[in-house]
């Protein structure tokens, strides 16, 4: 069975089917699907979806890219979802570098706010990072994001890197792009993560894994992944799910 960790079904791309998009990843053996809220809009309809499904569970926090509409009460209201059954970790939160939505500087104190906040909490951060590398990490360790941990979603950056955020308690989880055929860097990567470190995801509806390149992502594809990271670590399918699986309970505390 497979979980994917990072997927966004509350996507206004989903309104026409989003019941059979969720059908469609339980048919490809899909067990758990972690749905992201990560602004006003997206926050409320992941605790929706979470409340409708037993096998959904939510992520919420602030986007960098949303961070100048962040104000001084969503913070409290962060804090009291976090109490939530369902909500199982604080993202995504990071660095955007590549869309210039929010200065750096408000981009960076909402990101230190919320690991705080985490830290007080006791829950994972999911790290959305972009363009950023340096800032990401340089924050995480003066911040000690290593008490909590959490997952580097969708990672893309060096091994360098990934082995400082290894070093800081975080899975590296990879998804579509993975998959592409010019996808060198990643690809290797991901062969140097240790297995009990890995976690796969789709960040649906976007990056679509080959062969649905450029189209909609959608959880059922969390397979295309799983099958590429077997290929990449000379493992079974059925041994990837096992181990990703494990290691996305663990990672947030899901029995």
Known sequence: MLIDTHTHLDSHKFDEDRAEVIERARAAGVEILINIGFNRETIPTTIALAEQYEFIYGVVGWHPTDSLDYGPGDLDWIASLCDHPKVVAIGEIGLDYYWDTSPKEVQKRVFREQIELAKQKKKPIVIHNRD????????LKESNAKEVGGVMHCYSGS????????????????GGPVTFKNARVPKEVLAKVPLDRLLIETDAPYLAPHPHRGKRNESAYVRLVAETAAEITGKTLAEIEQITSENARKCFSIR
């Open 159 to 174: 091994w360098e890197t990934a082995k400082q955020c290894l070093d800081m308690n975080f899975y590296i989880s990879f």
């Open 132 to 139: 950023a590398h340096e800032d990401v990490v340089s924050i």
